[in-house]
């Protein structure tokens, strides 16, 4: 399954911390040899304060070595930087969490800077102390004081630079410390903050340990890097969080993202592709209390994303992409089979959806049956089970439970001494069918329309040429 691992090709796209849990899952999962993975972890905690791990990684990789000398002159000067960035950020904590002043703070960050600038002598440099400490405690591990040092300089702090970084820098803690509520509320404040197009720069680097600049770019060219970095960072959430794979769904379906997921990274179509089949209903879904109800585009995924699989077909496919395609395009079923097979293994190694492999299985199992079940009218049980890789014995019990548990069985009826199954629709009406392939159509033109006027405007060549800086991401 090396060929449909995807670890490769996201880290890129994530702050060296957040790539630690993808590495380490490659050595349960053994895709990869361990020496190659461990050789990779130690190459970005070099690139940390974490030197503890990194020479446990040395010895390991290279048991007959001493661990170089280079990572005790780190740590003596990491133990001296900890100290001065702990008193700069404490004269400015003390001074927050006087219950006077959290009283006396308002909404308006300028307001609230020339408050304490007049009765704590607290100037802005003063105040980037809680970013730069925040900083320095993320990059040694300490998440959860990191997110908690950005927080309150985001709170405060004017600069828009830093604070997108901070952003960024508390998103990731968040993630690392599995606070996924908390988490979600960051992203979502991210999107927003990404999706308002402010003149800030959006690179995510509050966990970068590089600050060499990078040339000039475009303002939406840069906005739609940070909206690819997003998207990336987002899987963790997504994939953790309860309501995560409905909250996937509506954002990447929606016309920014999957722009942005077309142009830029269409390998998360994996993933888009594999909530859609997970929010598939199922008999043990649909009979349980705690499900939520779901909006139309969730409901309708499975049709949006075949449409966007089809259409970027020629730059992305795996076995979960492909078993949509062969089930809802070419409905060809013994190429579906094969490809559930596939998918089952490719979901299974998969960092991000290991956790639903029985669910998957569960809704692809009910996707093909229905599919199967619409363009036949007699079925002989034995053959669908065949096509759902269940045995003989196994598959009757699960096509009867889902005929009984769904839907189906309003046109269903199971013929147990023949070994069928009868299918009785009544045909669709005409406009039914029209109103099915129009539907969204309006949306999709308006949608098509604004980003045709954004284009327009960005093509209009500026008055006067200015200088950004963009920093350059995390590797």
């Given at each position: 399954m090396a060929e449909y691992d995807l670890s490769k090709t996201i880290i890129p796209y994530l702050d060296r911390h957040l790539s630690f849990p993808l590495l380490a899952h490659l050595v349960e999962t053994g895709v990869f040899p361990a020496n190659d993975v461990q050789v990779a972890q130690y190459e970005l905690a070099k690139g940390t304060n974490m030197f503890d791990y990194a020479a446990s990684l040395f010895q390991q990789i290279y048991p007959?070595?001493?661990?170089?000398?280079?990572f005790e002159q780190k740590r003596e000067n990491a133990v001296s930087t900890h100290e001065r960035l702990q008193q700069e950020a404490k004269a400015v904590f003390d001074v927050i969490e006087n219950p006077d002043v959290a009283q006396a703070l308002r909404q308006d960050k300028n307001q609230n800077l020339q408050y304490?600038?007049?009765?704590?002598?607290?100037?802005?440099?003063?105040?980037?102390?809680?970013?730069?400490?925040?900083?320095?405690?993320?990059?040694?591990?300490?998440?959860?004081?990191?997110?908690?040092?950005?927080?309150?300089?985001?709170?405060?702090?004017?600069?828009?630079d830093l604070t997108i970084s901070a952003h960024w820098g508390k998103l990731?803690?968040?993630?690392?410390?599995?606070?996924?509520?908390?988490?979600?509320?960051?992203?979502?404040?991210?999107?927003?903050?990404?999706?308002?197009?402010?003149?800030?720069?959006?690179?995510?680097?509050?966990?970068?340990?590089?600050?060499?600049?990078?040339?000039?770019?475009?303002?939406?060219?840069?906005q739609l890097h940070s909206r690819t970095w997003l998207v990336h960072?987002?899987?963790?959430?997504?994939?953790?969080?309860?309501?995560?794979?409905?909250?996937?769904?509506?954002?990447?379906?929606s016309p920014t993202y999957l722009n942005t997921i077309q142009t830029s990274c269409p390998w998360i179509l994996r993933y888009v592709a594999a909530?859609?089949?997970?929010?598939?209903?199922?008999?043990?879904?649909?009979?349980?209390?705690?499900?939520?109800?779901?909006?139309?585009?969730?409901?309708?995924?499975?049709?949006?994303?075949?449409?966007?699989?089809q259409m970027e077909n020629y730059q992305y496919i795996d076995p979960v992409t492909e078993l949509l395609m062969q089930l809802h395009v070419e409905f060809d079923f013994e190429a579906a089979q094969k490809e559930l097979q596939k998918a089952e293994k490719v979901v299974a190694d998969d960092f991000f959806l290991g956790d639903f492999h029985d669910e998957f299985l569960e809704s692809a199992r009910c996707l093909v049956?229905?599919?199967?079940?619409?363009?036949?009218?007699?079925?002989?049980?034995?053959?669908?089970?065949?096509?759902?890789?269940?045995?003989?014995?196994?598959?009757?019990?699960?096509?009867?439970?889902?005929?009984?548990?769904?839907?189906?069985?309003?046109?269903?009826?199971?013929?147990?001494?023949?070994?069928?199954?009868?299918?009785?629709?009544?045909?669709?009406?005409?406009?039914?069918?029209?109103?099915?392939?129009?539907?969204?159509l309006t949306i999709r033109t308006q949608a098509l329309g604004a980003a045709i006027a954004r284009t327009n405007v960005a093509a209009v060549p500026p008055v006067a040429s200015a200088s950004t800086v963009q920093p350059v991401p995390v590797n």
């Open positions: 007959n070595q001493d661990v170089p000398k280079e304490l600038k007049d009765n704590y002598n607290l100037t802005l440099d003063q105040i980037t102390a809680l970013y730069n400490f925040g900083k320095f405690q993320y990059s040694y591990g300490n998440y959860s004081g990191a997110a908690d040092y950005l927080y309150h300089f985001r709170v405060l702090s004017t600069d828009p990731a803690s968040d993630i690392l410390t599995g606070k996924w509520d908390v988490a979600l509320e960051e992203l979502n404040s991210l999107r927003d903050a990404i999706d308002s197009r402010s003149p800030a720069t959006f690179a995510p680097t509050a966990t970068s340990s590089s600050s060499t600049s990078a040339p000039t770019i475009d303002p939406a060219l840069s960072w987002s899987l963790f959430v997504y994939f953790n969080h309860p309501q995560g794979r409905s909250l996937l769904l509506e954002t990447f379906l909530a859609a089949i997970i929010s598939t209903p199922t008999p043990s879904s649909s009979g349980s209390s705690s499900s939520l109800p779901q909006s139309s585009r969730v409901k309708n995924a499975v049709r949006e994303v075949v449409k966007v699989i049956s229905e599919a199967y079940c619409r363009i036949h009218q007699r079925i002989d049980i034995s053959d669908l089970s065949d096509r759902l890789n269940l045995p003989q014995d196994e598959g009757e019990k699960w096509i009867v439970n889902l005929i009984r548990e769904t839907r189906m069985g309003q046109d269903a009826k199971i013929d147990l001494e023949k070994n069928l199954i009868q299918i009785s629709r009544p045909p669709q009406p005409i406009y039914q069918s029209i109103i099915e392939k129009t539907r969204g």
